[in-house]
T-cell receptor, first 113, second 111 residues
């Protein structure tokens, strides 16, 4: 089956630093990837749509300069949380489209101290 | 906004069938009913989807009413590992169409 990986699975960083999260489609090519954020006991919230070779499309209320998305290849999209603050602590999940379906990664837990 | 309504939580005894309802009264003709689940601290997992006919796979069965305004996900023999949040989503069957998650149903399987 189609597998999506994320790296790292968890990360702790200091306030003010930047953190990069990778999302990879391991056995298929994904022209479109999505990034979600999930706070404790809440549902997944779509942050942005990432298309290979073009700029990401951000959902309303998501700061594009804070959450930088790069989809440089058909198997890799990255999310960089710039100048992270404690309120950015969350569970970040990506999904990738393949075989006309979406497959989700295992998630990355970010903790900002 | 999510186009579905689900109960916030349900309990089910281990070994019994878990029946999770979902209302989607505004579903369009080209939209499918999808079910995903999310086990704690993991990414969502696809379970099943259907258009208007009932569907069954190795994980679950999906029963869609004739008017397509509601559906029920059935886990035939629930185990403790089925404890998760279950999301019912209506969407077109296109991989590049974004998925909007509602609040889902938190299913507790009781030993």
């Amino acid at each position: 089956g189609a597998v999506v990986s994320q790296h790292p699975s968890w990360v702790i960083c200091k306030s003010g630093t930047s953190v990069k999260i990778e999302c990879r489609s391991l056995d298929f090519q994904a022209t479109t990837m999505f990034w979600y954020r999930q706070f404790p006991k809440q549902s997944l919230m779509l942050m942005a749509t990432s298309n290979e070779g073009s700029k990401a499309t951000y959902e309303q209320g998501v700061e594009k300069d804070k959450f930088l998305i790069n989809h440089a290849s058909l198997t890799l999209s990255t999310l960089t949380v710039t100048s992270a603050h404690p309120e950015d602590s969350s569970f970040y999940i990506c999904s990738a489209t393949g075989y006309d379906e979406q497959f989700f990664g295992p998630g990355t837990r970010l903790t900002v101290l | 906004d999510a186009k579905t309504t689900q109960p916030p939580s349900m309990d089910c005894a281990e070994g019994r069938a878990a029946n999770l309802p979902c209302n989607h009264s505004t579903i369009s003709g080209n939209e499918y009913v999808y079910w995903y689940r999310q086990i704690h601290s993991q990414g969502p997992q696809y379970i099943i989807h259907g258009l208007k006919n009932n569907e069954t796979n190795e994980m679950a069965s999906l029963i869609i009413t004739e008017d397509r305004k509601s559906s029920t996900l059935i886990l035939p023999h629930a185990t403790l590992r089925d404890t998760a949040v279950y999301y019912c989503i209506v969407r077109v069957a296109r991989g590049d169409d974004k998925i909007i998650f509602g609040k889902g149903t938190r299913l507790h399987i009781l030993p």
